[in-house]
C-alpha cells in the first residue's frame, strides 16, 4: 500500500513570497490532515479535512494560510505571503475514519523562509 | 482545552525497558490517547492507543491510570534503533469537531 505523499519535500523562499505543499493521501482515506512542526516541537494541527469539508480550522492563520481538498482526495496548502515564522515543516496526515485514531503521515515539507 | 506535558528528553541502554509519561490534564471524558515515534526528517509513526487501564500491541504497553491524568507508554528491551522523539497526543471529541493536541515530544536516547 503506498503511503501518503507530499511535495516538494524542501522549499526555500523569501518573505512577502507566495508557496504552495501538495498532498495524496492513502487511496480511500477519508479524513486528512494538515500540521506544522517548527523545530523541536510537537506537530501543530492547522485544518482537519473529511472528505472535501473542513471538520476543523481553528488554528489556521487565514488571513495567510488557505487549504483546499478538491473532490475529497488531493490537498494543497497555500502560505501568501509567507513570514518569517512560518519556516517550519509542513505534514500531511491521512487516517481511514473520522475518529483521529492511527494517523499515517507523510514526509513533509521543510520550508525555509528568508 | 487539554494540554500534554512530556520530559524533554531520556537517556537508555540496550535491553532495558523505558518508560515515557505524559501528562495530560483537563482531558476530556472520551478523549483517547495515542503515542507516536518520529526519526529525524520523518514523519511521526503510529505506535499505541489506549483510553483506560493497559493496552499491548507488539511494540509496546500503554498504561493509563483510573483519572486518565497521565498515560505512559512502555517500550520493552529498547535498541539503538528506537533512539526516537515520542509524542503523545490527545484527541479531544467534540461532536462532529476533533482537536487533536500533541505534547512537545521526548527524546529518547539509546546507547550501546
Known amino acids: 500500500e503506498a503511503g501518503v505523499a507530499q511535495s516538494p519535500r524542501y522549499k526555500i523562499i523569501e518573505k512577502r513570497q507566495s508557496v504552495a505543499f501538495w498532498c495524496n493521501p492513502i487511496?480511500?482515506?477519508?479524513?486528512l490532515y494538515w500540521y506544522q512542526q517548527i523545530l523541536g516541537q510537537g506537530p501543530k494541527l492547522l485544518i482537519q479535512f473529511q472528505n472535501n469539508g473542513v471538520v476543523d480550522d481553528s488554528q489556521l492563520p487565514k488571513d495567510r494560510f488557505s487549504a483546499e481538498r478538491l473532490k475529497g482526495v488531493d490537498s494543497t496548502l497555500k502560505i501568501q505571503p509567507a513570514k518569517l515564522e512560518d519556516s517550519a515543516v509542513y505534514l500531511c496526515?491521512?487516517?481511514?475514519?473520522?475518529?483521529?485514531?492511527?494517523?499515517?503521515f507523510g514526509p513533509g515539507t521543510r520550508l525555509t523562509v528568508l | 482545552l487539554a494540554k500534554t506535558t512530556q520530559p524533554i528528553s531520556m537517556d537508555s541502554y540496550e535491553g532495558q525497558e523505558v518508560n515515557i509519561t505524559c501528562s495530560h490534564n483537563?482531558?476530556?471524558?472520551?478523549?483517547?490517547i495515542t503515542w507516536y515515534q518520529q526519526f529525524p526528517s520523518q514523519g511521526p509513526r503510529f505506535i499505541i492507543q489506549?483510553?483506560?487501564t493497559k493496552v499491548t500491541n507488539e511494540v509496546a504497553s500503554l498504561f493509563i491510570p483510573a483519572d486518565r491524568k497521565s498515560s505512559t507508554l512502555s517500550l520493552p528491551r529498547v535498541s539503538l534503533s528506537d533512539t526516537a522523539v515520542y509524542y503523545c497526543?490527545?484527541?479531544?471529541?467534540?461532536?462532529?469537531?476533533?482537536?487533536?493536541?500533541f505534547g512537545t515530544g521526548t527524546l529518547l536516547a539509546v546507547q550501546p
Open positions: 483537563n482531558i476530556a471524558t472520551n478523549d483517547y
Open positions: 487511496s480511500g482515506h477519508a479524513t
Open positions: 497526543l490527545v484527541v479531544l471529541y467534540g461532536g462532529a469537531t476533533n482537536k487533536l493536541i
Open positions: 489506549g483510553y483506560k
Open positions: 496526515a491521512s487516517s481511514g475514519r473520522v475518529a483521529a485514531n492511527e494517523q499515517f
